[in-house]
């Protein structure tokens, strides 16, 4: 605690504090509140990602004198990285909390019967995409601890929109979880703990943390939204501590498609893999960076990530020259001198890089209003499945929304966790007499 106040200012300390009694606050009244299911809305998971990535992470390492990212000393930086986040949270917060109406809905009813199918479908879709545009053999699934699978383990092919329909894994299982949950039936179990198993080992290869994350917080949604119960503290406590450490795990001993190799992490301490579990929170220290630099060299880039996001659908092969992110590497060329670190920024950082204060403030309206559409969807139509599994995929994507700021993946990874997943689950049910 002693290097925690000695690293930070008074200012800065000051809103620390009061950011960790907000999201406290937000995160609690949510647990006691008599309807169960309130816990389980996308606005305390956004809570919950702010309170690891702006509360947790920092204190753990500034308490440990580790205020660098990259060689550079990130204190100065501080006070502006928990401005933007105090201001992003409470901007979503008001948002949220005003958003009353209902402005669409569906009263889509889903076939009970043929919802197994329909999950494995879109399992195997995302599942044998990854196969098919990736040089992935099962023996390097028997090797996935290991560094001796062929070409250094190296999963290589198409990375681009036809190996992203990986994604589509998440929403699978989602759907056999529901159908488990409804029908209890052994063997439907044994087909959710296998498609779960090859999920993981996918994303583990894939060396995509976040997609891990996004399953866990699908799946819990659903369980606890379906059956209507409040979260054990002591228990989510212990399996926080428990991911932590295993996202530390992967963080050391990791290479992007290329697997684990546990050998890398062999010698090091608990604490040292907890130190590397909350190594993603130093984008707090790149967010805080990224705002000073901007508020001192006044390069605001109002247009650009529009532009990137709404052109991400095109192939590079039909426009060459389309946009590329520039703004991005150009962000980590002032804060770093290179681009080869391709550091990432909090979704406020990014806010702050196209309007500055205002870019905040207004992208904290509109993800406070999305969010709550989402709920407001399930909570009229609550026992609704399709309704169900929308709300959890969304809950799942609160965490991407708001850990990572690049506005082109997150339309991405929307429309590829959420939004074609869904269309599949509802043309699917609504063909399932003639395919099934």
């Keep these: 605690m002693n290097n925690f106040i000695q690293n930070i200012e008074p200012i800065g ?5 009061v950011a960790a009694v907000i999201l406290l606050y937000v995160i609690l009244s949510a647990w006691l509140n008599r309807n169960r299911t309130i816990f389980w809305s996308p606005m305390t998971f956004i809570a919950l990602t702010f309170l690891f990535y702006t ?3 920092p204190y753990f390492m500034i308490s440990n004198n580790d205020t ?3 060689g550079i000393e990130m204190a100065d930086y501080f006070v502006l990285s928990w401005t933007g986040a105090l201001l992003s949270f409470l901007s979503i917060l008001v948002s949220y909390k005003f958003t009353q109406k209902k402005t669409f809905g569906f009263n889509f009813k889903t076939n009970g019967k043929s919802t197994l199918y329909i999950g494995v479908i879109i399992f195997l879709i995302g599942f044998l995409s990854f196969i098919a545009f990736h040089d992935f053999n099962f023996y390097k699934v028997l090797m996935i601890f290991g560094s001796n699978t062929p070409n250094n383990g190296k999963i ?5 929109y036809l190996g ?3 994604d589509f894994c998440v929403a ?3 759907i056999i979880q529901i159908n488990v949950m409804k029908t209890q039936k052994l063997s439907h179990k044994l087909i959710l703990v296998l498609t779960i198993l090859l999920s993981v080992i996918v994303f583990v290869f894939a060396g995509a943390r976040f997609r891990l994350i996004y399953l866990f917080i699908t799946l819990i949604s659903i369980y606890y939204l379906a059956k209507e119960k409040r979260p054990n503290p002591l228990f989510w406590l212990t399996v926080f501590i428990s991911v932590v450490l295993i996202m530390g795990a992967i963080s050391g001993s990791r290479s992007y498609q290329r697997g684990l190799d546990l050998s890398k992490i062999k010698d090091q301490e608990v604490s040292e893999l907890i130190q590397l579990g909350l190594n993603d929170t130093r984008i707090f220290y790149s967010s805080g960076a990224l705002i000073s630099k901007t508020l001192k060299s006044k390069e605001y880039v109002p247009l650009e990530p529009f532009f990137t996001a709404l052109t991400m659908p095109i192939p590079r092969s039909w426009w060459p020259d389309k946009p590329n992110a520039e ?3 150009d962000a980590n060329t002032k804060i770093w001198g290179t681009t080869d670190y391709g550091i990432a920024f909090m979704n406020y950082g990014d806010s702050f890089y196209t309007f500055g204060w205002l870019g905040i403030i207004f992208n904290g309206l509109f993800l406070g209003w999305l969010s709550k ?3 407001l969807q399930f909570y009229k139509q609550s026992k609704n499945e399709y309704n169900l599994l929308n709300l959890a995929l969304f809950n799942g994507f609160t965490y991407v929304m708001i850990s990572r700021g690049y506005l082109a993946q997150e339309l991405t990874m929307f429309i590829m966790f959420i939004t074609i997943p869904m269309l599949l689950f509802k043309w699917l049910n609504i063909k399932h007499k003639i395919i099934f």
């Design 13 to 17: 300390i000051l809103l620390f504090l």
């Design 55 to 57: 509360i947790i992470g």
């Design 68 to 70: 660098k990212y990259a």
């Design 156 to 160: 290589e092919g198409n990375s681009g």
């Design 164 to 166: 992203q329909i990986v």
């Design 172 to 174: 699978g299982v989602a």
């Design 327 to 329: 703004y991005l590497k």
């Design 373 to 375: 559409l989402f709920w």
